[in-house]
């Protein structure tokens, strides 16, 4: 299936530029809380109840990384299944160059695209690739529309074989301007203390500003993890869930029924 979804708004673009991809690199990424728990809570999902796992000696074959930045994921992923294929998709050259150099033992076993997943295109220079028995994405996704959203949503049921997993790691909108300001406080908190552990010497103040003034904040479209969930159901999607969440930050996915009257014949 084709995506029909618009051209993505141009506020995203601003993650292009070379500067900024750098400065979330070097300092935001490294200070996301508890970035070690969501990315252990992806490969439970991923690896499924020990009675899944005892039918499958490799049940990550071929997986794609949507919005791969750094290629974080990817490597999670690899780490445990070294034999997986992979392909990593960000419209971002700087990002993806760093995926490579992050992953360059994995070289042979990957596919890189510098697609725009919000092209209506891309679907079909991507299910070249398909079908995935995983498909995950870590805070890409947010900065889309709610139609684009869900169109990205049904793309990847439609990629993924059946049976197979997708699981979001997400920045997902508060219910309130309180609630928002505790998980602003708390991420300022993560950020300093990571910069304390690297040596440098700002203090929580200048921490604090450059986290309110950066330049991406208004390229965020945040929804929230109930709605997403929801339009995941609707999908056809099934264990969907939110599996967790504090705050802003929401670990939430599903998985494409065994069967079902839309399975697709990849084989043909």
């Not at 109840?49 to 997986?63: I, L």
């Amino acid at each position: 299936m084709t995506s029909g979804a618009p051209p993505a708004d141009g506020k995203s673009a601003v993650w292009k530029g070379p500067s900024l991809v750098d400065s979330y690199l070097r300092r935001v990424r490294k200070g996301i809380p508890l970035a070690q728990i969501q990315l252990d809570v992806m490969m439970r999902v991923i690896a499924g109840p020990e009675e899944d796992q005892a039918q499958s000696e490799r049940p990550v074959q071929n997986f794609l990384d949507l919005g791969c930045g750094d290629g974080i994921l990817a490597a999670t992923i690899l780490e445990k299944y070294p034999r997986a294929r992979g392909t990593l998709v960000d419209f971002s050259t700087t990002m993806l160059q760093a995926a490579l150099t992050n992953l360059q033992e994995y070289s042979k076993s990957l596919h890189v695209s510098s697609t725009d997943y919000t092209d209506p295109s891309w679907f079909d220079i991507i299910s070249s690739h398909a079908p995935f028995d995983v498909v995950v994405s870590g805070f890409s996704i947010h900065h889309q529309s709610d139609q684009i959203k869900r169109q990205v949503f049904i793309d990847i049921f439609d990629l993924l074989i059946p049976g197979g997993a997708f699981v979001n790691i997400e920045h997902v909108s508060s219910p309130t301007a309180r609630l928002e300001a505790l998980y602003d406080s708390y991420f300022i908190d993560s950020l300093w203390a990571n910069q304390l552990a690297e040596g440098d010497g700002q203090t929580r103040d200048q921490v604090a500003t450059a986290y309110h003034g950066r330049v991406d904040k208004q390229a965020n479209i945040l929804a929230p993890v109930e709605s997403q969930c929801e339009w995941l159901r609707e999908i056809g999607f099934e264990d969907v869930d939110c599996y967790f969440k504090i705050f802003e930050l929401a670990v939430f996915g599903g998985k494409r029924p065994l069967t079902g009257p839309d399975d697709i014949d990849y084989l043909e």
